[in-house]
């Protein structure tokens, strides 16, 4: 196995494409390195992209913030500019792993290992973030909904590393949250995840909305169903369960040991109504 620390992402990407073998990349190594040590995976090429310049850079930019795919979220909750527009988002970050695990683990490999329970990603296309994609081809920027297709699957092709997550400037009276549940107190996979992030405009009335649900179907799952039910509204009571009612309807859960089916169903619409009101909350609603 061969270990290699390049300085850019254009060589990186070089590396990952020249590859043969298996070969994959190592940015905060909390999924990748259990991986290699239960021998799941033998690889033949580890490219680590955290001495890339921006890698570890969160930036506030004119248009939002752009976070480097090795930034930790540690990191991400000491960030104060970010975690107070994007409370949210900053929130699911932190629920991956223990305190050492959020030392380490990102938000892009928390992406990347497209995992359908990932606590991140519901959160992410919540807020409609964008992943910045550099490889052999060039740079592409795609919604970070379309890089998971499947368990343990993603769309990126061969030579392809995510740069950064791009979190768009909110409007004010914005807000969001991620709720999860799971079955014990902390560090546990989620057996439902809802994001919701949703704007108000002077009365209270909500004028945008995405809700996203985790843990419920191969993918995290976009609800704009769940949204409609909530833009024109002041989220009263029939709004709410309208959108609980979407959030549920849109669920293809599997049964396992730590949850069935109809529990998980249920459970998104009283996930979704709670993160909505907590969203509606910090956008400076009642």
Request: aromatic content about 2%; glycine content about 10%.
């Amino acid at each position: 196995m061969r270990y290699e620390r390049p300085t850019t992402l254009k060589a990186a990407a070089q590396m990952l494409a020249k590859e043969k073998g298996q070969a994959f990349i190592l940015a905060g190594g909390t999924d990748l390195l259990v991986r290699l040590r239960t021998g799941f995976i033998e690889p033949d090429l580890i490219v680590d992209i955290k001495g890339i310049n921006g890698s570890k850079a969160i930036q506030k930019t004119a248009t939002g913030f752009k976070i480097g795919a090795a930034v930790s979220g540690a990191e991400l909750g000491e960030h104060a500019a970010l975690k107070k527009a994007w409370p949210g988002v900053v929130e699911a970050a932190n629920l991956i792993g223990s305190k050492q695990v959020q030392g380490r683990c990102t938000m892009s490999g928390n992406l990347c290992n497209a995992s359908p329970a990932a606590d991140s990603v519901p959160a992410l296309v919540a807020a409609a973030a964008k992943a910045v994609i550099v490889g052999p081809k060039g740079k592409r920027t795609v919604a970070v909904e379309e890089i998971p297709v499947g368990p343990g699957k993603t769309s990126l092709k061969k030579g392809e590393i995510i740069e950064s997550i791009v979190l768009p400037k909110r409007p004010p009276k914005s807000g969001d949250a991620y709720l999860r549940f799971i079955p014990r107190t902390e560090m546990d996979i989620a057996v439902v995840g809802v994001g919701v992030s949703l704007t108000l405009d002077g009365k209270g009335v909500v004028t945008k909305a995405r809700v996203a649900l985790g843990a419920v179907a191969p993918t995290v799952r976009l609800v704009p169903a769940a949204a409609k039910a909530l833009i024109g509204t002041k989220m009263d009571k029939a709004a709410l369960d309208a959108m609980a009612a979407a959030c549920s309807a849109a669920c293809s859960p599997i049964d396992d040991k730590r949850g069935t089916r109809d529990f998980r169903i249920k459970v998104a619409g009283v996930l979704a109504r709670r993160a909505a009101v907590i969203a509606r909350k910090r956008a400076g609603g009642k």
